[in-house]
């Protein structure tokens, strides 16, 4: 764990290296990537067999190999413990209400030039979702990705996940019925993103392909994005907490840690205008990762990569969460607004002594695939927006034509573009 | 020209080879491209002045050699033609007023459970814009790309254009003074995208980068893609034109050549009812040709991607239409909506026999970069949401943690992950 304090002489030097501490392994996978995409392009279902028995240890050779069906994942949900279920219901009700109110309004006016202007969202035909096996395949990602897909009003919903030796996650197969996937296909890794955004005999490609993977399966959504659609590239987690002296310790450290036992590289770091208290923060991780079964994890994400950092007065905690653009961020102050007010550059915002960042991974109900990396500058969270997109239009009356349509040909002319200039200039009878 | 007619046993084929042909260039560029950003970020300026001098044919020395000043753009707007300069100025009105009416609306409420919930929009903090040299540079281009971000609220807006011999293009200076471009610098190509994202000595780097380049500059923003936010990978112009026997076949022909002209790889498809009116186009597109100064790359476009596709109603043009999910559509017939409603994948659709594609390339006011290659399946044209973010933000009382924590307790437990159960059963007093 690394303590800084905007007082010392080093800390712009020092909070400029963890700004630009991407966390990120750019190891040299795109060659591998490329040549399985290509082989999944030419030769199909063929190649998903060789590579699924190859990386998976898993035959595709009946039907029920290659597919999970409806059936399955509505008998998984119902041998769901009563508490449980009750949960994965309550989160997905909670979801869907909060991404419903995303969709966007179409737009449809006549201005006063008399051109009628305007724009309409449709979903888009069919998205696929990647869901990861083994350690990382939660159904709370099953529901976030997919509820914003269907809400959207995407027809055909397709779920690819590798089962490693054949096993598939009861989880999963139980959310994927919650939130009325289509299909679920037993392949993962790049090749899977390759049959998702080419299609082949038996599995029809998709649109959009969201879903969170390891380095390969993101590096194969890079290359196929624009044959595709896709959601940002995710690294590692990363919780940002803004915090008087006047917290509970405790509380504070488990929300540190929360995000640490996510993953080694994962990164938590607090601010606080209290030396005394970022003490007892520092002991209480220690205590908390003392119960956790994860604590393997979460201290290896503490010790590397955690960050308290002292500041003369919470005032300065904005620019520097601007600077971090983390992730998530609590606001743990009793007037959270001010200061959330003054944050512009975070993935999402968690205000308040009494939210807990994970309040936010299972069932607030705002989206918990959030941008990181410094990646909040520009990029947001998922949303109904993802599964979209808009169409404008134009009509132009004759009217219309006569009071815009010379300038029109002005600018086509000028650009050197006559085909541009006669197609306006021949509806003005010239 | 290629001729189909649905009622053809060979349609079928012949119209998803059609679909298939993405007219792009895959050319190897890659690792060229992986080098010169490499060189921009290890070598910051010093590349910039080696790359330019090589590929440009221009000296940055003097500060006059790297920026065009903001008052050389106001020159160069005050020199225009009073017709041009008014002409500017109408699409630049035009284009504004329809792009504000994009800004998203924030969201802040709270739910039955006394969840309050919401989400605020931010413009990024700066954008760079690419305008390329030579023929392609357009003064509408960069209004359709810097009036968005403008609207959007970003406060730093910054052009990279290459100067080939020091030449720079006086319509664009102008455009970029309507517009209050801030920063004008004279570089290109794939090092020039390099250095908006990484930044240099001199520029600072930007989080967003949007404009149209050639192959080098658009695999260059495709690297960055996660480093920088970007614009949707753009190929060669498209135009399908659906229209009954009752139109001008002289005004549907200017309207093909009008995108044909942009590029030899350009595509103009007609789909019609009407065998006798299709003959009239095919003559009248050889008519125009003739009398074009650009009659050279029209022809190639239209001689080598040119579509003609006859239907027995035009009933059958939607099916078609979304299976092209072309860039620009045009609906000449009296009564566009039904087939206008009926279209779910495209750019940008034009209504009725007044609305040549051209009117929305310059200033009906929706933007003019629409997605092309079939993307408009998942991609939209350019929006002020390019340009912003949201920030997604949870405030929980302990009433709604009571409400709703155990359920998330149980869902973090499922997953095996404790301190994300922790955080929130520590503030349920647990």
Not at 35 to 43: F, G, I, S
Not at 145 to 173: C, M, S, Y
Not at 339 to 353: E, K, M, Q, T, W
Not at 366 to 380: D, I, K, M, Q
Request: glycine share 8%; net charge negative.
């Amino acid at each position: 764990m690394l303590r800084l304090n905007t007082r010392d002489p080093g800390f712009e030097k020092a909070f400029r290296r963890l700004v630009r501490d991407r966390r990120e392994s750019e190891g040299d996978v795109a060659r591998d990537v490329e040549l399985l995409l290509a082989e999944v392009r030419n030769r199909g279902d063929a190649a998903l067999v060789e590579l699924t028995a190859k990386f998976d240890r898993h035959s595709l050779a009946s039907e029920d190999d290659w597919r999970i069906s409806p059936e399955s994942c509505a008998a998984a949900y119902a041998a769901l413990d009563d508490d449980l279920r009750a949960a994965l219901d309550l989160a997905a009700a909670r979801i869907r209400a909060y991404h419903e109110a995303q969709k966007p309004e179409d737009r449809d006016y006549t201005d006063a030039a008399g051109v009628r202007l305007g724009a309409v969202w449709r979903a888009v035909d069919a998205a696929g979702l990647y869901v990861p096996g083994g350690r990382a395949s939660y159904p709370s990602s099953l529901l976030m990705n997919a509820l914003p897909a269907k809400v959207a009003g995407v027809e055909r919903l397709v779920v690819v996940t590798p089962t490693p030796g054949g096993v598939a996650n009861p989880l999963v197969l139980a959310a994927a019925h919650i939130a009325g996937v289509d299909e679920v296909w037993r392949v993962g890794g790049a090749q899977a993103i390759g049959a998702l955004a080419y299609g082949t005999q038996r599995i029809r490609p998709v649109d959009v392909i969201t879903g969170p993977g390891n380095a390969w399966v993101a590096e194969a959504k890079r290359q196929l994005y624009g044959v595709v659609g896709i959601d940002m590239v995710a690294g590692p987690s990363e919780i940002l907490v803004i915090a008087d002296g006047r917290n509970n310790p405790e509380w504070i450290a488990a929300d540190l840690l929360s995000q640490a036992e996510h993953d080694p590289a994962a990164q938590a770091i607090l601010i606080t205008d209290d030396p005394l208290f970022a003490d007892m923060v520092a002991d209480q991780v220690g205590v908390t990762l003392s119960l956790l079964r994860t604590a393997r994890v979460a201290s290896e994400s503490w010790n590397t990569h955690g960050v308290i950092i002292e500041v003369a007065s919470l005032d300065e905690a904005p620019a520097l969460a601007n600077a971090l653009a983390a992730e998530h961020v609590e606001i743990a102050v009793d007037e959270p607004e001010g200061l959330f007010r003054a944050i512009r550059h975070a993935g999402s915002v968690f205000l308040g002594r009494h939210t807990p960042e994970a309040i936010g991974d299972y069932l607030a109900g705002p989206n918990h695939v959030l941008p990181t990396g410094r990646r909040a500058r520009f990029a947001s969270g998922l949303s109904v927006l993802d599964f979209m997109k808009r169409t404008s239009f134009i009509q132009m009356s004759e009217k219309a034509m006569g009071a815009i349509g010379p300038a029109a040909v002005a600018l086509a002319e000028a650009e050197g573009l006559p085909a541009h200039a006669r197609s306006v200039a021949v509806r003005l009878g010239q």
